[in-house]
């Protein structure tokens, strides 16, 4: 099985910085995607941001410039730098991935973290 953990939650100034953690574990050959995702009160689960195994990078508009995605191969992490912070970047945030568990087996698995609450303080 593979599990992604998150931490880095809580509670930030508008126009203000956090970081979120995440890392995988368990039986991992090779991670092809990492990425955000977040859900504001609502059914809609919007990406973030995300990144391939070939260092590619994609952001949804309204985070451009403001946030990155580093990664830590080693650490099988991603990492979410957020910073000039608006109210509306309010909401639970997941980190994902589509992690490949062998060799030779070729199906992808699609995991998810627990959800990190952030809320934003004017």
């Known amino acids: 099985q593979v599990q992604m953990v998150e931490s880095g939650g809580g509670l930030a100034q508008a126009g203000g910085s956090l970081r979120l953690s995440c890392a995988a574990s368990g039986s991992i050959f090779k991670i092809n995607v990492m990425a955000w995702y977040r859900q504001a009160p609502g059914p809609q689960r919007e990406q973030v941001a995300r990144i391939t195994s070939d260092g590619s990078t994609n952001y949804a508009d309204s985070v451009k410039g403001r946030f990155t995605i580093p990664t830590d191969n080693a650490k099988n992490a991603v990492y979410l730098q957020r910073n000039s912070l608006e109210l509306e970047d309010t909401a639970v945030y997941y980190c994902?991935?589509?992690?490949?568990?062998?060799?030779?087996?070729?199906?992808?698995?699609?995991?998810w973290g627990q959800g990190a609450q952030v809320a934003g303080s004017s």
């Open positions: 994902y991935a589509e992690v490949q568990r062998t060799a030779t087996q070729r199906f992808v698995y699609q995991v």
